[in-house]
């Protein structure tokens, strides 16, 4: 089988980066690409293994040279981007590559990398997302209501994508996630 690039999109606080932690975990043959980030590094993040923590100065040249796959600024302030040779990199080498990225990030891969699978993770409920959101105490007040404003979008372009896989459970939707994937979740190496 032919590796693909796979995209994973939802919106803030649907779990992403818990459905990778745990993927990350139980599916050591899926590759994660490490996005760029203007962003300042959460507790416990660390460069280079959840995000390359770079200057805005730094995104820009990545930009203008031509190595990143896709950028966005996400919720108004900060700018993300798939650096493009990790990526490339991997499909040669037979890997499965997986990018969790927010929407638009994705519309770009879907433009350059039209044969990418594209999974959109969803929440169970609206009340479920706002109660993840707030529940995490990561964000203030402004930072939530700006993020919950973005999720109404990003929910709203759903049948965008190739698939759908709602996060009632971290462990299930990981496993269907991997399954999309076209790889075994009872035999990690195929």
């Not at 638009?104 to 990398?113: E, I, L, P």
């Not at 105490?137 to 993020?147: L, Y």
């Not at 965008?160 to 399954?179: I, M, W």
């Amino acid at each position: 089988m032919t590796p693909r690039l796979t995209v994973l999109t939802g919106p803030s606080a649907v779990g992403k980066g818990t459905v990778g932690a745990y993927i990350r975990e139980h599916f050591p043959h899926v590759w994660f690409s490490v996005s760029a980030t203007t962003r300042d590094p959460r507790p416990g993040e660390i460069d280079g293994v959840h995000y390359q923590f770079v200057s805005p100065a730094e995104f820009d040249h990545m930009v203008k040279s031509g190595q990143m796959l896709e950028t966005a600024v996400v919720h108004g302030r900060n700018q993300y981007g798939t650096p493009k040779e990790p990526v490339m990199q991997a499909l040669d080498e037979g890997k499965c590559p997986l990018l969790e990225i927010d929407l638009a990030g994705a519309r770009q891969v879907k433009q350059r990398m039209p044969e990418a699978r594209f999974i959109f993770l969803a929440p169970p409920s609206w009340d479920e997302l706002v109660r993840r959101l707030v529940g995490r105490g990561t964000e203030s007040e402004e930072e939530q209501a700006r993020r919950l404003e973005t999720a109404k979008v990003e929910l709203a372009a759903e049948d965008e994508f190739d698939h759908t896989v709602v996060n009632n459970d971290v462990r299930t939707a990981a496993q269907e996630l991997v399954t999309l994937m076209g790889l075994s979740i009872d035999n990690p190496e195929n």
